[in-house]
C-alpha cells in the first residue's frame, strides 16, 4: 500500500467504513431535516454543483447544449424533443435521468472526459429526490438565516446551552453519545490556549483542579476574555485575513509601515468592538461621518495588498490588481464566496456574473492609491503614547509662546518697537521689501544633466563631472556633449520622476537659491536609491543614503544645491521638500504677522522672539537679572527646545497606508475587463452588488456595501464568521470549506446549529467575545478528547463533536508557549515588527538592501504575530509550520505533521534557546532533582507526570548529566547557546542535562497539541 | 448532446474512475476535522485527490528545472537571425511597436544584431552561440524549443506564471504539484528541493517553490549553500548525536503514551516524524556532499566543492561575477545526486541574466559571456553524467526562463556596452530526458525573431509538457480549492496544447 515517505506519515488509514457516516448522512442526521426524504439543499444540490454547473451552470459562455440545471427553470424545463428534464416524480420520464444513466457510456452524462462520472449511489440519491417529487429550494447558504429552536434535550444533565441540544441530537442520529466533561487541568488549558493563545499559569491549574466548579469555570472564562492577550490571539488570526506584511510584495518588496494597523486590530478585538462596526470601519472607515483616527487605521486593512515597485511594470496594472485582490477578499473574509474566478466570466458554480464582479470593483476603484513607490495616501497615525506626547509639548509649547508674549509686552520698548514697525511696514512696505528686509528667497528652477554610467563601476560609485562645483547652469559637459536642461516643471513637495527609461544610471539635478538677507533655511530631499548633496560645491555629511535634510543660515547671496541622484529601475523619484520658516529670524513671517490684521488669532509669539532676538542687549543678565530680557532668552531657549522635542516627536509617528477615495473631478469611470484583462475596457458599470442577492442601498461607496453586508437581509456574513471562530476552537468548521460557503464548497455538518450560532451572534448584537463565551460554555466544548476504539472506528475525525478537540497548535502558539514556560516571553503588547533570531543569509532578495537584524532585549521574544513578515522571505520556522506568506488572504491554514518541523523544534536556535530558559526556571526551584523535572513537566503540559513518565525523564535527566560532567565543553554549549552565560554559581553539566529535559518537554505531543 | 474537445491524453478505466473518485470525494469532503493535511498523510498515495488523473509513472520520474532569472537572451544564445544582424542598429519598423508594452523602452529603438558567431552542430544541425562551446556536444540529445511565449513581461509576474501557472501570488509551484501528485520519495529526503546561484533569490521571491492552496507539505524545500543545508537540520552546539538519540528515545516513548491515551492519528505520526528527521540529519548531509564526487566527475561539471565568492552576500552581485563561479556547476552535481536520492523534483534558480545593458554589469556583451560559462559546461555536464548512469531516460532536465529578450537595443547607442529589453512574444528553452524527442530544434520565429511562427508554444503548454512526461493528465490533473479545480495549466483548457513532436 502506502510508500513510506519521507514527508507522509507511515501510518495507513486502515477501513475507510468510517467514510459512510458522512456527507448524505450529514443533513439527515440534522433535526431540521430528519425525515427520511432526501434533502435537496445538503444532498442533492452538491451533487448537481459537482457533477453539472461546469457546463450547465450560471456562466452563459461555457453553457453547453444551451441547458442549465443551476436554476428551478432550467431544471424543469421542457427540452427541445418535448421530454421534460426533471419530470417531478417520474425519474424515468425525466431526460436528465435517462441521459445519466445511459447505456452508452459515450452518451452517458457526464462525459467521461470530464473525469466527474456520477456513483451509483450519487444517482440513486438524484433517482429518489426525482421520485420524491423533486422538492427544489436554493443553495443553502444563500436561504436567509431562520433561528431554529433547539431540539429536545436526550441527556439533560449533559447540556450547557442549546450548542449541546443540536450537536447530541445529530450524534444520537447516528448512535453516538458525547464524552464527559475534561479533566479540570486539560480543560482550564485549552480554554486557555483557545482565549489568549497561551497556557495556563500554573497556580490558575492548581487552583481550578481544586474547585472545578461551573461557576470557577465561568470566572475563568471572563477572565481570559478580559485579559489582553485575548486580542493578540484573535488578532494572528485576523492577520492572516488580512494578509498582512511589512512589506510591499513583488520583486523588491521593499519594507511598508503599516504596524500600526496591527495595534488598531488588537484593540478594537480587545475593546470588543461589535463585529458590524469592526467590519465598517476596515472596509470604509474613512466615509464615516467625522471619521477619527482610529477609523482611518482600520481602513489599512484593504492597503495590505501588494505594491509593485519593480523595474519597468505599468503602475496601472498593479493599482487594478490591488483593487481586485480588494474585491476578492472582502467577498471572502465576509461572504465566503471565491469571487475572482469572474474577472474573466461569469462564476461556473455561483451566481456572480461577470457584471456583478467589475460593479464589486466599482466600489473600491475610488481609492486614490495607485502603486507608487510611497504607498501614498499615507496618513500620521501616533500611538496614545505618541499622542498624550505630542499633545503635552503642543500645550507646552503653546503656554511658552503665550508667556513669551506676556513678557513682550510686559516690556515699554516692545510695545513701542511693534507699533513702530508695524506703521513703517504698512506705510511703505515696498521701500521695506526693496531694502532686503522682506524680500523672500528667490528659488530657481531645477537643472538636470545626465544619465551617466561607467563601465564595470556602480554609476553612483563613480564621481562625475558635474558633482563638487557649485551648480552654474551654463555649465558644459564630456567635451560640451551633456548640459544642463531647465526642468520647470519639477515642484516642490511633489514627488519627481528624474530619470528616463535607463536604468542602472545617475543623475545630477540642480539649482539656485537668491537669499537677500541672513537667512535660517530648512530643506529635505528624500529619494528610492541613493543620493549625495552639494550645497554651494560642497559635498554634506550624511548618515541616511536616500534622505537628505538641512537646516542652517545662508549668508545674503546666491547658493545652489546639486543632487547625485541614482537610478536603477528607470521609474525613481525624488521628493524636495522646502521649509524656510522659522521663529525670530524670518523677518517676512514676522512683517507678515505684523501687519496681519489682529483678529485673525495670530501667533504674536513670532514677533515677541523677534524682537527679542534683535533687541536683546547681550551680556546685561548679570548686572541686570530681573530685566524681560533675561527672562525672555530663558523662555526662547526653552521654546526652541521644545519645539525641536516637537517636531522630533511628530516625525516619530509612523506614517501609514489608508483608504482615500478620490474627490468627484478626479473619481474613475469604471468598465468590465473582457477576459480580465485591464486594457480591453468592455462597457461602462456602476457600483452595486452581486444581482443574485438583494441590492445595496446607498450612494455607491464602500460604505454601501459595508451597510450591505451587514443588512439583516444577508444570508452569509454571520453564518461564515461564527464557522471561522468555531474553526479556530475545533479545529474544524462546521462548514468545513471555510473559504467557500458557495455550492462547491462542502455543506455543513450541523446546518442547524450554524444557524443558531448565526442567529445568536447577530442577536448578541455582533460581539465576538459573547459568542467565543458561549461557545466554550458549552458541554461539547468542554468535552474530554480522548477518543475510543469505537469513537475512532465511527468518527474517526470527530465530525460529530462526541469529543473534544484535540489538534496540533498553530506555529505561532508554539513560539509563544516555548517562550513562555522558558520564562522568555515578553509581555509588551502593540508596537512596530519585531526581528526574532533567524540563521543567516535568508534574506537575499534583489534590489533590496535591508538586512534582517536580531531585535535587541525583549523584543526578540516577543509574541510572534508580532515578528516582521517580508512576503518574498517570511520567517522561515513558521512556514514550516504552514504559516502563509501573506501574499494573498488565506482563509485557513492546513496543518501538516512533518519532520521538517520536528527540526524546528529541536534544532532552531529560539526553541533551543527556550529549552535552556526552561531548564533554567526548572533549576531555581529549591527542589530536588525529580520535583524540579514534574513542575516543568507540569508548566509545559498543565499536568502532572505519571509514575513512568516522570521516571524516564529523569534517568535522561541522569544519564546527560553523567555525560556532560565528561564532556564539560558539550555542556557549556549546550548550556549557554543562545541564551547566554551561565547563572553565577552554577553548574553547566547540570543545567545542560535540564536543558536536554526542557527540550524534550517542549518537543512532546501533548505540548504542542491542544487537547 | 455536447461533446467536449478532443485532446491528447489517454482516458482511465471508469470503474477505477468511479473508485477513484468516490475515495476522491471521501477525502475532501468526509475525513473531517484533519482536513486534507490528514489525507497527505493517512491516505494510502494511490488513492489520493488526484488519482482520477494518475497514470502512473510517465517516462520521467524525476524532473530537474534549470530556472535562469532575470531571462536570457536568445538572440545571443540560440536563435540565430542573419536579418537582424543586417538589420543591426537600423530603427526600429513601427509596426512591432504600435500597441505593445515595454518594461523600459521608450521612443523608437534600434534594432541589435548578435555580437555572438553561430554555427551548428551534432547530427541534429542545432544553432548554437559561441558562447556555448560546450554544450555543443549533447545537442544530440536536446530539445530546443524556439517558439517559446509568455503573457508577462516583468520579472516576478513572468516567474510566478511559468512556475505557478498564474501571474498572481497564491499559486501551487510546479515542483509542488509533483510532490503533491508522485509523491514517492527516497526514505530520507524531501520530494521537492530548490537549490540557488547566482547571489539573489530569484524576483518571484519564495512563492515560485510554495504549495500555494496545496498542504504546505509540498512546499520545496531550499537546499542552502552554508550552514545547514536544510534550516535547522544541525543539532544545537553541545548537543551530540548520542545526546540527540537519548533525548528523541524519550520524546519518543512518552508520545508513544500519549498515542495510545487519545488514539490520535496525528500523534502516531508525529512519532515516525521525528524519527525521520533523526535519519535526515545524517542522510542530508550524506547526499548533499558533493566532494565525496570523483575528480573526473567534478571536473565534468566544473564543479568546485566548497566554492564561495564575495558575491554571495553583496548586496549588488552581478559586478562580481566571474565565470569561473561554480555555484551553479555545484547546484548541478548536487541536483543529480539528489534524484538519485529519491527527490523528484529539483529546482534550481540561477540569478543574474537580466542584461539590459544599463551598466556593463548587466550587458549582453560583459556579463552574458561571464553567466553562459557559468551554466555551458555545467549543463553539458549534467546531461552527460545523467546519460551515462542510465538516468537520463528517467529524468527531465528543463533550461528556461520567465520570458526572453528584445530583437532591440535599450540603451542608446552611444554607450559602449549593450542591453537588451524584456521580452514575453519569443524565448527558446530547452528540454533533454524523460521522455523528450532529442536531437530536434522545434517552432521558429520570424526573421528577427519578434514573433513564432511555427509552432507557437506557450508557457502553459512547457507546463502541460512536465505534467504528461511526469505521468499526469495536465487537464484533470487538479486540486480542489475556493470551490475550483485548480490545475496548473489554470481554467481554460482551449489555451493548452500539448506538443506531440516533442514527445519521444
Known amino acids: 500500500m502506502a510508500q513510506s515517505s519521507a514527508f507522509t506519515c507511515l501510518r495507513v488509514l486502515t477501513g475507510l467504513v468510517l467514510t459512510v457516516t458522512w456527507g448524505p448522512l450529514a443533513a439527515k442526521a440534522d433535526p431540521s431535516s430528519a425525515s427520511v426524504a432526501v434533502d435537496f439543499a445538503h444532498e442533492v444540490r452538491p451533487i448537481l454543483s459537482r457533477h453539472c454547473f461546469a457546463c450547465h451552470g450560471p456562466d452563459p459562455a461555457h453553457r453547453k447544449a444551451g441547458f442549465r440545471i443551476d436554476i428551478k427553470e432550467g431544471a424543469f424545463a421542457t427540452l427541445d424533443e418535448g421530454k421534460g428534464a426533471i419530470v417531478p416524480g417520474k425519474p424515468e420520464a425525466s431526460e436528465v435521468f435517462a441521459r445519466i444513466t445511459h447505456a452508452d457510456v459515450d452518451e452517458r452524462m457526464p462525459p467521461k472526459e470530464t473525469g466527474k462520472a456520477l456513483s451509483t449511489s450519487e444517482v440513486q440519491t438524484l433517482r429518489r429526490w426525482i421520485a420524491e417529487g423533486a422538492p427544489w429550494s436554493g443553495h443553502w447558504s444563500f436561504e436567509p438565516i431562520k433561528r431554529p429552536s433547539p431540539p429536545h434535550p436526550v441527556n439533560p444533565e449533559l447540556i450547557r446551552n442549546p450548542i449541546d441540544n443540536f450537536v447530541q441530537a445529530s450524534a444520537r442520529s447516528v448512535g453516538l453519545t458525547p464524552a464527559p466533561q475534561a479533566a479540570p487541568a486539560v480543560l482550564l488549558r485549552r480554554l486557555s490556549l483557545d482565549l489568549v493563545g497561551l497556557l495556563p499559569a500554573q497556580s490558575d491549574v492548581d487552583d481550578f483542579v481544586a474547585h472545578p466548579s461551573d461557576a470557577n469555570y465561568r470566572r475563568y472564562v471572563d477572565r481570559y476574555l478580559n485579559s489582553a492577550a485575548y486580542g493578540e490571539r484573535w488578532a494572528r488570526v485576523w492577520l492572516d485575513l488580512a494578509r498582512y506584511a511589512d512589506t510591499k510584495g513583488f520583486e523588491k518588496d521593499q519594507v511598508r509601515t503599516i504596524w500600526r494597523y496591527r495595534d488598531w486590530l488588537i484593540s478594537a478585538l480587545n475593546q470588543d468592538m461589535p463585529f458590524d462596526r469592526f467590519s465598517t470601519e476596515q472596509l470604509a472607515g474613512d466615509l464615516l461621518p467625522n471619521a477619527t483616527q482610529d477609523q482611518i487605521l482600520a481602513t489599512a486593512f484593504h492597503r495590505n495588498t501588494m505594491t509593485n515597485d519593480e523595474g519597468g511594470t505599468d503602475d496601472e496594472e498593479f493599482r487594478v490588481a490591488a483593487v481586485k485582490d480588494r474585491v476578492d477578499v472582502t467577498m471572502q473574509v465576509w461572504m465566503g464566496l471565491t469571487a475572482g474566478c469572474a474577472k474573466c466570466h461569469d462564476h461556473k458554480y455561483d451566481p456572480i456574473t461577470q457584471v456583478d464582479y467589475y460593479r464589486l470593483f466599482a466600489f473600491f476603484n475610488q481609492t486614490q492609491d495607485a502603486d507608487r513607490w510611497d504607498d501614498a495616501p499615507l496618513a500620521a497615525m501616533p500611538t496614545n503614547p505618541q499622542r498624550a506626547q505630542l499633545a503635552k509639548l503642543q500645550a507646552d509649547e503653546l503656554s511658552l509662546k503665550r508667556k513669551l508674549v506676556a513678557q513682550a509686552k510686559q516690556t515699554p520698548d516692545f510695545l513701542a518697537w511693534r507699533t513702530r514697525l508695524r506703521r513703517t511696514l504698512s506705510r511703505d512696505y515696498a521701500a521695506t521689501a526693496a531694502a532686503g528686509l522682506l524680500r523672500p528667497i528667490v528659488r530657481g528652477s531645477w537643472h538636470r544633466t545626465g544619465p551617466y554610467a561607467r563601465k564595470g563601476e556602480r554609476a553612483f560609485d563613480v564621481a562625475f563631472e558635474p558633482q563638487n562645483a557649485p551648480f552654474d547652469p551654463k555649465r558644459v559637459f564630456d567635451g560640451g556633449q551633456t548640459r544642463w536642461n531647465e526642468r520647470a516643471a519639477w515642484k516642490d513637495g511633489a514627488e519627481v520622476r528624474f530619470g528616463d527609461d535607463r536604468a542602472e544610471v545617475v543623475w545630477y539635478a540642480g539649482r539656485t537659491f537668491e537669499v537677500s538677507s541672513r537667512r535660517r533655511v530648512a530643506f529635505s530631499v528624500r529619494t528610492g536609491v541613493a543620493l549625495a548633496v552639494w550645497i554651494d560645491g560642497v559635498l554634506q555629511p550624511r548618515t541616511d543614503p536616500v534622505a537628505f535634510e538641512f537646516d542652517g543660515e545662508w549668508l545674503p547671496g546666491v547658493h545652489s544645491i546639486v543632487l547625485k541622484l541614482a537610478d536603477n529601475d528607470a521609474k525613481e523619484t525624488f521628493v524636495f521638500d522646502w521649509r524656510a520658516d522659522d521663529v525670530g529670524t524670518e523677518p517676512v513671517q514676522v512683517a507678515a504677522r505684523l501687519l496681519a490684521p489682529q483678529q485673525d488669532g495670530t501667533d504674536e509669539s513670532d514677533v515677541a522672539a523677534r524682537f527679542f532676538s534683535v533687541f536683546d542687549p547681550e551680556g546685561s543678565d548679570e548686572r541686570r537679572p530681573d530685566v524681560p530680557f533675561v527672562n525672555a532668552r530663558a523662555t526662547l531657549q526653552k521654546l526652541r527646545r521644545i519645539r525641536a522635542e516637537r517636531e522630533a516627536a511628530d516625525a516619530a509617528v509612523a506614517r501609514i497606508p489608508i483608504l482615500k477615495d478620490l474627490t468627484a473631478p478626479a473619481r474613475r469611470k469604471t468598465f468590465l475587463h473582457a477576459r480580465g484583462d485591464f486594457l480591453s475596457p468592455g462597457a461602462e458599470v456602476q457600483p452595486g452588488t452581486p444581482s443574485a442577492f438583494f441590492p445595496s442601498r446607498g450612494e455607491g461607496n464602500r460604505l454601501t456595501l459595508a451597510r450591505w453586508l451587514f443588512d439583516p437581509r444577508n444570508p452569509l456574513t454571520a453564518r461564515v464568521a461564527v464557522n471561522r471562530m468555531w474553526a479556530q476552537m475545533f479545529g474544524r468548521g462546521l462548514v468545513e470549506t471555510e473559504e467557500d460557503f458557495g455550492a462547491q464548497g462542502t455543506p455543513a455538518s450541523h446546518p442547524m446549529l450554524l444557524d443558531w450560532l448565526a442567529s445568536e451572534f447577530v442577536r448578541q448584537r455582533w460581539s465576538p467575545k459573547a459568542l467565543c463565551r458561549t461557545i466554550v460554555l458549552s458541554h461539547t466544548y468542554r468535552q474530554a478528547s480522548e477518543a475510543s476504539r469505537q469513537g475512532i472506528e465511527r468518527d474517526r475525525y470527530n465530525v460529530w463533536l462526541t469529543r473534544g478537540p484535540r489538534f496540533r497548535m498553530e506555529g505561532e502558539m508554539v513560539r509563544d508557549n516555548a517562550l513562555l514556560v522558558a520564562g522568555l516571553l515578553s509581555p509588551k503588547i502593540g508596537g512596530p515588527s519585531v526581528m526574532p533570531m533567524q540563521p543567516e543569509g535568508i534574506w537575499r532578495s534583489v534590489y533590496s538592501g535591508v538586512k534582517w537584524e536580531t531585535s535587541p532585549g525583549e523584543d526578540r521574544h516577543r509574541r510572534s504575530l508580532y515578528t516582521f513578515v517580508k512576503r518574498t522571505s517570511p520567517y522561515p520556522s513558521m512556514t514550516t509550520f504552514d504559516a502563509p506568506s501573506r501574499e494573498v488572504c488565506t482563509i485557513r491554514r492546513f496543518r501538516s505533521n512533518t519532520p521538517l518541523q520536528a527540526l524546528v523544534t529541536l534544532n532552531d536556535p529560539v526553541f533551543t534557546e527556550a529549552a535552556q530558559g526552561l531548564a533554567r526556571c526548572m533549576l531555581t526551584l529549591n527542589l530536588g532533582v525529580s520535583q524540579r523535572v514534574a513542575q516543568g513537566f507540569e508548566w509545559t503540559t498543565a499536568r502532572a507526570p505519571l509514575p513512568d513518565e516522570l521516571n524516564t525523564l529523569v534517568a535522561l535527566f541522569r544519564r546527560r548529566l553523567a555525560y556532560f560532567r565528561k564532556h564539560q565543553k558539550e555542556a557549556a554549549s549546550a548550556a549557554t547557546q543562545p541564551l547566554g552565560a551561565l547563572p553565577p554559581g552554577e553548574d553547566a553539566a547540570e543545567l545542560a542535562a535540564y536543558t536536554v529535559v526542557g527540550s524534550v518537554l517542549l518537543n512532546l505531543d501533548e505540548f504542542l497539541t491542544k487537547g | ?504
Request: hydrophobic share 40%; net charge neutral; with cysteine.
Open chain 2, 1 to 504: 448532446m455536447p461533446t467536449l474537445p478532443k485532446r491528447n491524453h489517454t482516458t482511465i478505466d471508469p470503474d477505477q474512475a468511479r473508485t477513484m473518485r468516490r475515495l476522491w470525494l471521501l477525502s475532501r469532503r468526509d475525513l473531517g476535522g484533519l482536513g486534507a493535511m490528514a489525507m497527505a498523510s493517512f491516505v494510502p498515495r494511490t488513492l489520493r485527490a488526484d488519482a482520477p488523473a494518475r497514470r502512473g509513472f510517465g517516462r520521467a520520474k524525476n524532473v530537474i528545472f534549470l530556472h535562469m532569472a532575470g531571462a536570457p537572451s536568445q538572440l545571443d544564445l540560440w536563435d540565430h537571425k542573419p536579418t537582424l544582424n543586417r538589420l543591426d542598429g537600423s530603427e526600429c519598423p513601427k509596426q512591432l511597436l504600435e500597441g505593445k508594452r515595454f518594461a523600459f523602452i521608450r521612443g523608437v529603438p534600434r534594432m541589435l544584431g548578435s555580437k555572438f558567431k553561430f554555427a551548428q552542430y551534432g547530427q541534429s544541425g542545432a544553432w548554437l552561440s559561441d558562447l556555448l562551446p560546450n554544450f555543443a556536444s549533447v545537442v544530440d540529445d536536446v530539445a530546443i524549443v524556439k517558439s517559446m511565449h509568455t503573457d508577462e513581461f516583468n520579472h516576478a509576474p513572468g516567474q510566478l506564471m511559468t512556475l505557478t501557472g498564474r501571474s498572481q501570488f497564491g499559486g501551487a509551484s510546479l515542483g509542488s504539484w509533483l510532490s503533491y501528485g508522485l509523491g514517492e520519495t527516497g526514505k530520507n529526503l524531501p520530494a521537492f528541493v530548490v537549490l540557488l546561484s547566482g547571489g539573489k533569490t530569484p524576483d518571484g521571491g519564495k512563492s515560485l517553490w510554495g504549495n500555494g492552496f496545496l498542504p504546505s507539505v509540498h512546499q520545496g524545500v531550499e537546499c542552502r549553500n552554508t550552514g545547514d543545508p536544510i534550516l535547522f537540520l544541525g543539532n544545537p552546539e553541545g548537543v551530540s548525536r548520542e545526546t540527540r538519540r537519548d533525548a528523541l528515545d524519550v520524546v519518543g516513548r512518552l508520545n508513544r503514551n500519549t498515542a495510545v491515551r487519545t488514539l490520535d492519528g496525528e500523534s502516531e505520526a508525529r512519532i515516525a516524524q521525528y524519527e525521520l528527521a533523526f535519519r535526515m540529519q545524517t542522510a542530508v548531509p550524506d547526499a548533499v556532499n558533493i566532494a565525496a564526487e570523483p575528480k573526473h566527475i567534478l571536473d565534468l561539471y566544473g564543479a568546485v566543492p566548497g566554492f564561495a565568492t564575495a558575491s554571495e552576500s553583496a548586496d549588488d552581485p552581478r559586478t562580481l561575477f566571474r565565470g569561473t563561479d561554480a555555484r551553479f556547476a555545484n547546484n548541478c552535481l548536487l541536483a543529480r545526486r539528489l534524484v538519485e536520492n529519491g527527490v523528484r523534483f529539483v529546482q534550481l534558480f540561477d540569478w543574474g541574466w537580466d542584461h539590459h545593458g544599463a551598466t556593463p554589469g548587466e550587458s549582453i556583451d560583459q556579463t552574458l559571456p561571464i553567466k553562459a560559462q557559468q551554466i555551458d559546461r555545467a549543463v553539458t555536464g549534467l546531461l552527460k553524467d545523467l546519460k551515462q548512469r542510465g538516468l537520463l531516460d528517467e529524468t527531465l532536465v528543463v533550461w528556461a526562463s520567465e520570458f526572453g529578450r528584445t530583437p532591440m537595443q535599450q540603451n542608446a547607442q552611444t554607450q559602449r556596452f549593450i542591453g537588451r529589453d524584456h521580452h514575453p512574444h519569443a524565448f527558446t528553452i530547452w528540454m533533454a530526458g524523460g521522455g523528450i524527442r532529442g536531437g530536434q530544434t522545434y517552432g521558429e520565429t520570424d526573421e528577427i525573431g519578434y514573433y513564432p511562427v511555427k509552432n507557437p508554444m506557450h508557457v502553459r503548454d512547457l507546463q502541460a509538457t512536465i505534467l504528461h512526461l511526469a505521468g499526469f493528465d495536465p487537464w484533470r490533473f487538479s486540486y480542489p480549492f475556493s470551490g475550483l479545480d485548480q490545475r496548473l495549466i489554470g481554467p481554460d483548457d482551449s489555451k493548452v496544447r500539448l506538443h506531440e513532436e516533442l514527445l519521444g
